[in-house]
T-cell receptor
Framework: AQSVTQPDIHITVSEGASLELRCNYS??????LFWYVQSPGQGLQLLLK??????LVQGIKGFEAEFKRSQSSFNLRKPSVHWSDAAEYFC?????????????FGTGTQLKVEL | DTGVSQDPRHKITKRGQNVTFRCDPI?????LYWYRQTLGQGPEFLTY????????KSRLLSDRFSAERPKGSFSTLEIQRTEQGDSAMYLC????????????FGPGTRLTVT
């Protein structure tokens, strides 16, 4: 069965520091890959997605993610974190064929930004 | 484009009562999804519609749960005989057929069963 692992439940970084959030997936074939952000009282917002092609994808709000097939990973990065980035981040996967286009999410990483 | 809206935002109910939630998707989106998110977990897929047809249901969706999308626009999710384990955030998302993975999420309905 497919699964998504986000090994870090909580991460604290200082404003201006770089950020990397880890995501590993277990899947029969390379799925579509996503990162979402969830702020309190807000819906999940899509940050970026990987379907094919260049393994380094750019998203909104200055985020990027790198797909590494050999490691089954899709880590999210940002070179300089802003206080407004404090939120919960979810990695998700979706099947390329069949599966009803439903997303399977990881358990999330709560990001705290220290000023 | 007003985004996906959900009503109510919060619902407190007593065990055994029935509750109904509503989701209004983005107007031109013909796919609509329901997910459930419990504390400390990521969202879990419940069901999805293409227009008015319910095409898939998760095993998480017990017989006490029913979802409808009668005219292919808004959707309702009803939980009958609520249990404490039903306490969760219920999320709705919508997408276009041609961009099924660009799912836009609503703010959710937080259900508390006492």
């Amino acid at each position: 069965a497919q699964s998504v692992t986000q090994p870090d439940i909580h991460i604290t970084v200082s404003e201006g520091a770089s950020l990397e959030l880890r995501c590993n997936y277990s899947y029969g074939a390379t799925p579509y890959l996503f990162w979402y952000v969830q702020s309190p009282g807000q819906g999940l917002q899509l940050l970026l997605k990987y379907f094919s092609g260049d393994t380094l994808v750019q998203g909104i709000k200055g985020f990027e993610a790198e797909f590494k097939r050999s490691q089954s990973s899709f880590n999210l990065r940002k070179p300089s974190v802003h206080w407004s980035d404090a939120a919960e981040y979810f990695c998700a996967v979706g099947p390329r064929e069949g599966g009803g286009n439903k997303l399977t999410f990881g358990t999330g990483t709560q990001l705290k930004v220290e000023l | 484009d007003t985004g996906v809206s959900q009503d109510p935002r919060h619902k407190i109910t007593k065990r055994g009562q029935n509750v109904t939630f509503r989701c209004d998707p983005i107007s031109e989106h013909n796919r609509l999804y329901w997910y459930r998110q419990t504390l400390g977990q990521g969202p879990e897929f419940l069901t999805y519609f293409q227009n008015e047809a319910q095409l898939e249901k998760s095993r998480l969706l017990s017989d006490r749960f029913s979802a409808e999308r009668p005219k292919g626009s808004f959707s309702t999710l009803e939980i009958q005989r609520t249990e404490q384990g039903d306490s969760a955030m219920y999320l709705c998302a919508s997408s276009l057929d041609l961009a099924v993975y660009e799912q836009y999420f609503g703010p959710g309905t937080r259900l508390t069963v006492t």
